[in-house]
């Protein structure tokens, strides 16, 4: 896996093929059409970072060159054979796009994030009298403005190079381009491919990079082949032995260990794809045991909640997390951010620092999205708050909101991981689609409630190899993290989600003892041990 974030050389495609045309060169190049795209804040008409994709007569086309202006990213996936280039304009100057000579129509689509509005153009070569200067403005509106409310947008789940400090200067337009304020790397190693992927400069401090609210910072993924894959984001100190679990390296050390590791350094670890990947994941154990941050439940191509919503059911509170897992599934519609087109939304109030980030995602103040962005009030308490009601029982009034201007197809309010029905009122205000759910709730026994919601299809996820992976999901979601309701001193608790826990983590014990490989007996001692915690934590719920 390799990235090249600058620009790459010039293919001089335009030199006519046919060396009987070379004599005519002169006269045209200078008749080859030159598109000359700026994108604006459509308020201030000032310059604003965006990325942009365009169809030249109806067909894709990647320039290969977009000049000093603009930056054209290249984000490669060898084993996987994903390939894609991404162009963004800067927002300085006008990026200057050479297109084939035999253009006649040229469309231009411009996205920025998911708070403004996306915007596609066609132009006909022929209305411009010189080709070699078509320009064209794209003003870009934004619809909401989420930052103003205290979230920040993040997309905790990269692996792309990051060889030297200077490389930021372009990962800071990127984000602008896509419209985040945090990004989160993770270096990694590959199981097909034997070396270092997604390798960083620095960890920790050393690693960060700040640009007004802009941050960017470095850590680790860690994967073991029966265990699962974790995130490690912040640590100042890579993890040894980064990949377990196969090449003779056995199942040690435990990722509960790896998570006490990185919260001695002030990172905040948490489960990856959610725990969808391992052959005998310990995402389950290591929640219960109070050992993971959060749970990430989604990614570019994948929304697995299931194991997160029996977690919560049975009273373990952890927070949701989204991120692309970039450069995996890097095709975009053309609607759709690059960085963080499955991103995290957390309530950071102003702060823009990691650590006030990461209080924020370990207070499930967070949602995750690819597209609609939420709201949810619960007695007008948000995201992530407690709401205490007497020993009785109470009601609560609940406020919940999706909008986009991508068209939304399903909306659910849900209690304990279940739907409960509602009226949804559905609007469209100037684009935007509104969907409202207000609704008053007799609650009589502690639970927790978050909203979800579905949108239309991603078309650059249509793709044969996913349709057959059971986490695959290819259309616009969004999912809050989870608001408590308690009543009385009671805890949140399903039986019957506690029970299937129980279950699973005597099942997968066996796996440890007999399966699982270890460097020494005392090591296999202690895994099973961690079972028995697991489990007796779990039976002494009440
Ligand atoms: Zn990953």
Redesign the pocket.
């Known amino acids: 896996m390799r990235s090249i974030s600058a620009a790459t050389p010039r293919a001089n495609w335009s030199l006519p093929q046919v060396a009987g045309v070379l004599a005519l060169t002169a006269t045209l190049v200078q008749s080859q059409p030159v598109l000359k795209l700026e994108t604006t804040d459509a308020n201030t008409g000032r310059p604003l970072p965006a990325r942009f994709s365009l169809e030249v007569n109806g067909v894709p086309f990647q320039p290969d060159d977009v000049g000093p202006h603009g930056l054209r990213f290249l984000s490669l996936h060898d084993s996987k054979k994903q390939f894609r280039a991404i162009t963004y304009t800067r927002g300085t100057f006008p990026v200057e796009i050479r297109l084939p000579e035999s253009s006649r129509e040229v469309t231009v689509h411009v996205a920025k994030g998911f708070e403004f509005f996306p915007v596609s153009r066609t132009i006909q070569v022929s209305d411009y009298s010189e080709p070699s200067e078509m320009r064209l403005n794209i003003p870009l509106k934004r619809w909401s403005s989420l930052t103003l409310e205290g979230w920040a947008s993040s997309d905790p789940?990269?692996?792309y190079d990051r060889f030297s400090r200077s490389a930021n200067i372009d990962w800071f337009v990127m984000m602008a381009g896509d419209d985040l304020e945090s990004i989160h790397f993770?270096m990694?190693k590959g199981g097909k491919v034997p070396s270092e992927w997604g390798a960083q400069y620095g960890y920790g401090k050393r690693g960060e990079a700040r640009e007004g609210p802009r941050l960017i910072t470095a850590g680790e993924?860690y994967r073991d082949a029966a265990q699962g894959?974790v995130?490690l984001l912040g640590i100042h100190k890579i993890i040894p032995p980064i990949m377990a679990g196969r090449n003779g390296i056995p199942n040690y050390p435990f990722l509960h260990d790896v998570f006490l590791e990185t919260r001695k350094m002030d990172g905040l670890g948490g489960i990856?794809?959610g725990g969808a990947l391992g052959t005998q994941t310990t995402a389950a154990l290591d929640v219960v045991l109070g050992a993971a941050d959060f749970m990430e439940i989604a990614?570019t191509h994948l929304y697995v909640p299931d194991l997160w919503h029996r977690l919560l059911n049975a009273g373990f509170f952890i927070p949701p997390l989204g991120g692309t897992?970039l450069p995996?599934y890097p095709a975009r519609d053309p609607w759709q951010p690059f960085l963080g087109g499955m991103r995290t939304y957390a309530k950071v109030d102003g702060q823009h620092d990691f650590s006030s980030w990461k209080q924020a995602v370990k207070a499930g103040r967070v949602f995750v999205t690819s597209g609609p962005m939420a709201s949810f009030k619960v007695n007008g308490k948000d995201i992530g708050d407690k709401i205490a009601l007497p020993a009785g029982g109470g009601e609560v009034e609940i406020d919940a909101v999706l909008k986009s201007p991508i068209p939304l197809t399903e909306m659910e309010v849900l209690r304990n991981g279940l739907p409960l029905s509602c009226d949804i009122v559905k609007k469209n205000l100037g684009g935007v689609h509104h969907w409202r759910i207000r609704k008053k709730l007799s609650i009589n026994e502690s639970c927790w409630l978050a909203l979800h919601g579905k949108g239309s299809p991603i078309k650059a996820l249509d793709v044969d190899r996913l349709k057959q992976q059971p986490w695959a999901e290819t259309s616009v979601i969004a999912q809050t993290g989870a608001t408590r309701v308690l009543v009385g001193d009671k805890p949140i608790l399903s039986r019957e989600d506690r029970d299937w826990l129980a279950r699973h983590l005597q099942r997968q014990r066996e796996f440890y003892e007999t399966e699982a490989r270890y460097w020494n007996e005392r090591q296999r001692e202690e895994r099973l041990r961690h079972f028995d915690d697991a489990v007796r934590k779990l039976k002494g719920l009440q």
């Open positions: 789940h990269l692996h993770m990694l993924e894959h995130n990856a794809h990614n897992d995996n």
